[in-house]
């Protein structure tokens, strides 16, 4: 092997050049590139900087009160009997069967589903979803199931 320096392979990647180490440095000395006066010449400024008007983070108001801290919870889509009469009598009804049927995404389902007494429910169905209390009376009164525990 022959280890002559002409035969070493060319490095083509320039080193950076480095700012304010003197005159030698390549840029040196007095402004080091950044020109003569200015905000941009002193430091620098961070990325959120507004030019000196109130920041966005300060515009926006706190959120307030005792459960400042906990994440907001979505509530339950709510599911009135009007939707429900319109599925066959003695269908089970869970929140699977109600995602597909009334094509709601996975995402959305991920809130869970709350039956509320609004309307009229005729058919007998065996509801395995949450309920309110006057929606449960009125399941039990057209002949269905509450499956949860009340």
Not at 58 to 69: C, D, L, V, W, Y
Request: aromatic letters at 6%; glycine letters at 12%.
């Amino acid at each position: 092997m022959n280890t002559i320096l002409t035969n070493l392979p060319k490095s083509t990647k320039t080193p950076k050049k480095r700012l304010g180490r003197g005159f030698g440095s390549g840029v040196g000395g007095h402004t080091v590139g950044r020109g003569q006066k200015g905000q941009k010449t002193r430091g620098i400024m961070p990325l959120w900087f507004e030019g000196g008007q109130l920041p966005l983070v300060r515009r926006t108001p706190f959120i307030k009160g005792k459960h400042r801290f906990q994440v907001i919870n979505l509530q339950p889509i709510t599911v009135n009997f009007d939707r429900l009469d319109k599925f066959e009598a003695n269908s089970v009804i869970d929140p699977l069967f109600l995602a597909t049927a009334l094509k709601i995404s996975e995402k959305e389902a991920k809130r869970g589903f709350k039956v509320i007494a609004t309307g009229k429910l005729t058919k007998a169905l065996q509801i395995a979803v949450p309920a309110s209390a006057g929606a449960i009376k009125a399941i039990e009164a057209a002949g269905g199931k509450f499956l949860l525990s009340k």
